[in-house]
């Protein structure tokens, strides 16, 4: 491993599902690529412009058009089709384009609002587009909108509620390293009283994890968030205590692996350089990248211990493999690091049995297909 996977690609979903039959949002689509493709900021903002002024509705602009594009930009990096720095130049002109249709759209907003939501990214989430999506389409449909961003703190999250009392919060999250922070997120801001509504990819494609850290309600996509807002969300149940759903941490193996996760990956580092000793000869930037995914490996192997999710590693997994291989990396690299983690982590029964899941998958897509059973003999 000396490329770096990152954890960037598989987390730019906008949370906005594109509406089927909608041939002209896709043409729409196709000449925004064009332009964001290019790091063609005012070329992007005159497509968009144009959509909106030959009638196409406001909020399939974003959605169809905007939100299409971005899930196209995670895609296409995934692909390596697109470097880091090219992929973070469309996803800031996607936020301008949104800034452009929310300007383009204020004026038609009137009379009182439906209510009032609070839209934020639980704290160290920075892909903030998503919510930015949602916040806006909100505003469209004549809700009063506070937008908090990306990498809210709880606290400050917490602090705005009281002063703002709104009707409930919208909390998005697209990394599933962020289930923690999320988990106390939902806790804190619903022990003000305000009802939550959890969306993004860190919250599973069936929104398992918004169930599981007692989200009340989840939505799949900007629309679907927006639709359940307006049907009302349950009061959040008094006296939660949020230890209560996650009675597996009582093993405290998260605990122990989080707290180590630094001493892990460089034993870890150190274990593959004497398997490996041409790793003494990579340069700063391929030793980085090493370590970088080693880290992201001990990252998820938490998060899993924290969900008790097997299939959340293994997914990682799979995709962390299909990520290097695009990159020219052998997704069996993958192996040795999994080996040293079992060793350094071989009183730990849970994460014993995730890398052991672990190893299968990777192991599973490297290997060749098995040769096809010979025919019976007489």
Not at 10 to 37: F, I, R, S
Not at 342 to 355: G, H, I, M, N, Y
């Amino acid at each position: 491993m000396s490329e770096g996977s990152g954890t960037d690609a598989g987390h730019h979903g906008t949370g906005a599902a594109p509406e089927a039959g909608n041939p002209a949002a896709g043409a729409w689509a196709a000449k925004l690529w064009d332009a964001v493709a290019a790091g063609d900021e005012p070329s992007a903002v005159e497509v968009v412009l144009a959509a909106l002024d030959a009638g196409s509705d406001t909020e399939s602009v974003l959605l169809d058009v905007v939100g299409a594009v971005q899930a196209r930009v995670g895609a296409e990096w995934a692909a390596n089709r697109l470097s880091v720095a090219q992929e973070h130049a469309a996803t800031a002109i996607n936020d301008r384009v949104v800034a452009a249709v929310g300007r383009h759209a204020a004026g038609a907003r009137s009379g009182p609002p439906r209510g009032r939501v609070t839209v934020a990214c639980v704290d160290g989430e920075w892909h903030a587009l998503p919510a930015r999506l949602l916040a806006q389409v909100l505003s469209l449909r004549g809700w009063q909108v506070d937008y908090l961003g990306a990498q809210v703190p709880t606290p400050h999250l917490i602090g705005h509620l009281h002063r703002t009392a709104p009707d409930a919060v919208a909390l998005s999250a697209s990394l599933v390293t962020r289930l923690p922070v999320a988990h106390a997120a939902v806790t804190a801001c619903q022990a003000t009283g305000t009802p939550v509504i959890a969306g993004g990819a860190g919250f599973g494609p069936d929104g398992r994890y918004a169930r599981l850290l007692g989200a009340d309600a989840w939505a799949p996509d900007a629309r679907s968030a927006a639709d359940r807002l307006s049907r009302g969300l349950p009061p959040p149940v008094a006296d939660h205590q949020p230890v209560d759903d996650l009675p597996h941490l009582a093993d405290q193996e998260y605990t122990l692996v989080t707290r180590s996760a630094t001493a892990l990956v460089g034993a870890v580092t150190a274990g593959l350089e004497n398997r490996f000793p041409a790793m003494r000869d990579y340069s700063e930037q391929q030793r980085h990248h090493t370590a970088e995914d080693i880290a992201h490996i001990v990252d998820f192997l938490g998060i899993a211990l924290y969900t008790d999710d097997e299939e959340l590693f293994t997914g990682f997994l799979a995709w962390t493999a299909g990520i290097l291989t695009a990159r020219g990396v052998p997704a069996a690299s993958l192996l040795p690091a999994l080996d040293l983690l079992t060793v350094e982590l071989k009183d730990f029964s849970r994460a014993l049995a995730l890398l052991a899941a672990g190893r299968g998958t990777v192991a599973a897509l490297v290997s060749p297909p098995p040769a096809a059973a010979d025919g019976p003999t007489a």
